[in-house]
Structures are given as structure tokens and as C-alpha cells.
């Protein structure tokens, strides 16, 4: 398909979705705050949490709903673009992948943290199978963090994408965790290969 006609089918499909039109009149900077709301009020994800690392951040939906819904807790949110400002929370632009950018982000806390989120993607290249392998390293690399870093009730959600390292994901989680769980939101596109994973209690 012409890239000009890919780019009216989905203005098209924009125009239609109803989670895009939920998230302008509610005020959220992307349709992705649903799938996290979904998460949440199945998997209780922030109940009495204080520490929060968002990875991926921008627009920053997910970072909007977490200090709007629960305001004790303390956000630090990551992304490789540059993202317009969110009161209360605390940005940083930079590679996640990048050790200087992972040690920026303990420092900020100086202790084990309660959740870590992860909603990272590359740009998708339109190979399903590429995409998917790509997205688990970042879901792999996100879950080895938060294994670091978690306290030992902690929580771990990562996007993840059915593929090749989808099994390999799992397991691995598995030996981490004592509560693994895969959830496909509502909210989530039904033709993309997208999935999360939620994650509780380190073994
Ligand atoms: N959860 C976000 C929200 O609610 O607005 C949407 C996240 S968007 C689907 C995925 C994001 O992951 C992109 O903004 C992209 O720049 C970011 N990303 C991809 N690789 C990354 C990396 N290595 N480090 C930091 N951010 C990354």
C-alpha cells in the first residue's frame, strides 16, 4: 500500500476509534491511558504504591492518569523524545537501554521502588515478526530493571508483543515473579500483536 494512503486509513481510523475521541474530551494526551486503566482496576496495580517508574512515557497518558488518580506517589518518567511538561512529575529524555540513563534513574530514588511500567515500542517498521522481536528486547531489559530495582512486593507491567520471544518473555518473568499474568486489554487495538504483562511479587 502507498505510505499517502496508509497515512488516510489511519486518520480515518483515528477519526472513528473511540478511545481517541474518550481521550480528548477527558483530556489525555493518547488513546494508551485505557489500556492502563484497565490494567489497573483488574490487576490493582498502584494501590498503596509511593515509587513509579514510567518507560516510554511520551505523550505521557499513562504518567497524566497515575498523578491524577493517585497523588502520593512519586512518578519518574522516561522517554527518548523530548515530551511537553506534566505537573508533578519528574521527566527525563533519554535511551532507557542506555546504563547512564538506567543509573540517572536510581540515584533519583536512592532506594527499591513499588512499580515499574512499560509501555516502550520502536516505531513499528510494518514486519509484524521485526517489530515483535525488537519491542521484547525493550520488554526484556525493562524486566531485568525492575527485577533490580523493585522492592520485594513490587510490580512489573511491560507491553509485549505475540512473536518469537513471547514464550522465552514469559519464562523468564516466571523465574523472576510469583505472579505472572498476560492481558490483552479492551482498548487494544484487535488487529495489533500487543499484549501486556503484569508482573507481582519477587521471588
Ligand atoms: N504510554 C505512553 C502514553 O501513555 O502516552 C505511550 C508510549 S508509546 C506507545 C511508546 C514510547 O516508547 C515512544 O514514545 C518511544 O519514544 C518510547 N521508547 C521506545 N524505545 C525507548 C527507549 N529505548 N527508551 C525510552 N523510551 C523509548
Given at each position: 500500500m502507498k505510505k499517502n494512503k496508509i497515512s488516510k486509513n489511519w486518520i480515518q481510523r483515528q477519526k472513528r476509534d473511540i478511545y481517541v475521541r474518550q481521550s480528548k474530551i477527558e483530556g489525555?494526551?493518547?488513546?494508551?491511558v485505557y489500556k492502563l486503566i484497565e490494567i489497573d482496576e483488574k490487576f490493582?496495580?498502584?494501590?498503596?504504591?509511593k515509587s513509579i517508574i514510567d518507560l516510554?512515557?511520551?505523550?505521557?497518558s499513562w504518567s497524566q492518569y497515575i498523578v491524577k488518580k493517585y497523588k502520593k506517589s512519586e512518578l519518574l518518567a522516561i522517554d527518548l523524545l523530548n515530551f511537553e511538561k506534566i505537573d508533578k512529575v519528574n521527566q527525563l529524555v533519554g535511551d532507557f537501554t542506555k546504563t547512564e540513563n538506567q543509573e540517572k534513574i536510581k540515584s533519583f530514588f536512592n532506594k527499591k521502588v513499588d512499580v515499574v511500567i512499560s509501555d516502550m515500542a520502536v516505531n513499528?517498521?510494518?514486519?509484524k515478526n521485526l517489530d515483535s522481536i525488537v519491542t521484547g528486547e525493550l520488554c526484556t531489559d525493562a524486566m531485568e530493571f525492575a527485577y533490580q530495582n523493585l522492592d520485594s512486593k513490587g510490580k512489573f507491567v511491560s507491553k509485549i508483543f505475540m512473536g518469537s520471544s513471547f514464550n522465552e518473555i514469559v519464562a523468564d518473568a516466571k523465574k523472576k515473579f510469583k505472579e505472572v499474568n498476560i492481558f490483552k486489554p479492551l482498548?487494544?487495538?484487535?488487529?495489533?500483536k500487543e499484549s501486556f504483562i503484569i508482573c507481582k511479587l519477587l521471588r
Open positions: 489525555y494526551r493518547s488513546r494508551a490493582k496495580i498502584f494501590n498503596n504504591t516510554g512515557a511520551a505523550p505521557g513499528t517498521t510494518g514486519n482498548s487494544s487495538r484487535k488487529d495489533s
